[in-house]
């Protein structure tokens, strides 16, 4: 098969090269998926996507008029790609439900230390010769109440690091996890409720039609005062203009993002030399509670030999015209552990 690997990172090029096994012609490109770069996917079988990639339904119609019959999304998340038009068209889409949980949870802790115990300020002063600490006062985690939004995959791993941490749970999740209730003492209620008691608030749901703009106002004002929040699932779950109103009053007194609602074409680039006019992100930049990560929370050596496997499982199944269980609309069975497992040998880094 010819593929079309579009949004290729410098780090991910070596892995994806060696996922390949040299099966396929595959062939890298930079550029976003795009109205105008649409074209570029004529002559191959099946394209690959990142999280900044548009795959909406003109975009969808375009591959299909160029002939593509696959899209390998590398990553969980597929906001980005209308499913429901590519079905329609006859596209197979799969993404890779499951490539480090660990790396994201693990991500989303760090924010929640460095915030807390306001690391990269120490850092700062420290490297101007001010080692006073009278500013640098945070709380102990053990016994704070944390709250988890969505308990899948990413969740449900919080939910145990922070039980390490000796922390209390509460969780809400449309489809609560009966293990990690038994296992991690995590406390499952509504919504409301979660924001009211958590000292901390850590978001881990797809970003869907019920969950955009889910964290806005009407919710912060139920959230206790001071409260921290940790956004390392797609920015546009929260509503970021009522999270600046409520960091500039205190309300919320510590920000933790890995994700921007208008982060595409800004998070993964070098913009140094042309900063992006984002009045928006301008004004997070210049807020001191504010912890920003430009979309690295997947980012482990790990999550991305993970990622190169899968997507070429994905796009191997293809080849061989069988349905991988990693296709979206999701499907009843998901196998990726056990050939994540299988497949890892291969690499020798
Ligand atoms: P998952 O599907 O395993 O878990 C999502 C959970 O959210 C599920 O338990 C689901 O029931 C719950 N949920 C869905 N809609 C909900 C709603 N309306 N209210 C409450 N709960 C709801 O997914 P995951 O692997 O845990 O990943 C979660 C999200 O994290 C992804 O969709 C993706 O957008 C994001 N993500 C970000 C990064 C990053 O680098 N920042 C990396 C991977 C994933």
Same mark, same amino acid.
């Given at each position: ?5 579009? &949004?290729? %990172? ?25 109205? &105008?770069?649409? *074209? ?21 119609? %375009? ?21 429901v038009k590519a079905k329609e ?21 760090? !924010? ?9 300020? $120490? ?90 703009? !889910?964290?806005n106002k009407e919710l912060i ?92 499982? *994905? ?15 999701? $499907? ?18």
């Amino acid at each position: 098969m010819k593929i079309l690997i579009y &949004s290729t %990172k410098d780090f991910e090029r070596e892995y994806l090269i060696v996922a390949n096994e040299n099966l396929h012609v595959v062939n890298f490109s930079r550029e976003l998926l795009s109205e &105008s770069t649409a *074209n570029r996917a004529i002559g191959y079988d099946v394209i690959s996507v990142f999280a900044g990639d548009d795959a909406s339904a003109p975009i969808i119609k %375009k591959l299909n008029h160029a002939g593509i019959r696959g899209i390998a999304i590398r990553g969980v998340g597929y906001d980005n790609v209308d499913i429901v038009k590519a079905k329609e068209l006859g596209i197979r889409v799969a993404n890779v439900p499951e490539y480090s949980p660990y790396a994201v949870a693990e991500h989303a802790a760090g !924010m929640i230390l460095a915030l807390n115990r306001k690391l990269i300020l $120490a850092d700062q002063q420290v490297h101007k010769h001010n080692y006073k600490i009278d500013n640098l006062i945070g709380f102990d985690l053990n016994r704070k109440k944390v709250g988890i939004i969505g308990t899948g995959r990413i969740g449900s791993v919080m939910a145990k690091i922070l039980y390490g941490f000796g922390c209390w749970v509460l969780a809400y999740d449309i489809k609560p996890d009966k293990y990690i209730e038994d296992h991690y003492g995590v406390f499952y209620t509504n919504l409301q409720t979660v924001c009211n008691e958590s000292d901390i608030i850590t978001i881990h749901t797809p970003l869907n039609e019920q969950t955009r703009y !889910m964290v806005n106002k009407e919710l912060i004002d139920k959230m206790k005062p001071g409260v921290i929040l940790i956004n390392t699932s797609r920015g546009a779950v929260v509503k970021t203009e009522d999270i600046v109103d409520a960091l500039k009053t205190g309300r919320i007194a510590g920000l933790g993002m890995d994700v921007y609602e208008k982060e595409n074409r800004i998070f993964f680039f070098d913009r140094s030399a042309n900063p992006p006019q984002d009045e928006m992100l301008k004004e997070l930049m210049s807020l001191p509670n504010v912890l920003i990560t430009p979309h690295q929370a997947f980012a482990t050596k790990d999550a991305i030999i993970n990622i190169a496997t899968t997507t070429f499982y *994905n796009i191997n199944c293809w080849a061989e015209n069988k349905n991988s269980e990693n296709e979206l609309p999701l $499907a009843e069975t998901r196998l990726v552990k056990t050939i994540m497992r299988k497949n890892h040998s291969q690499f020798s880094y």
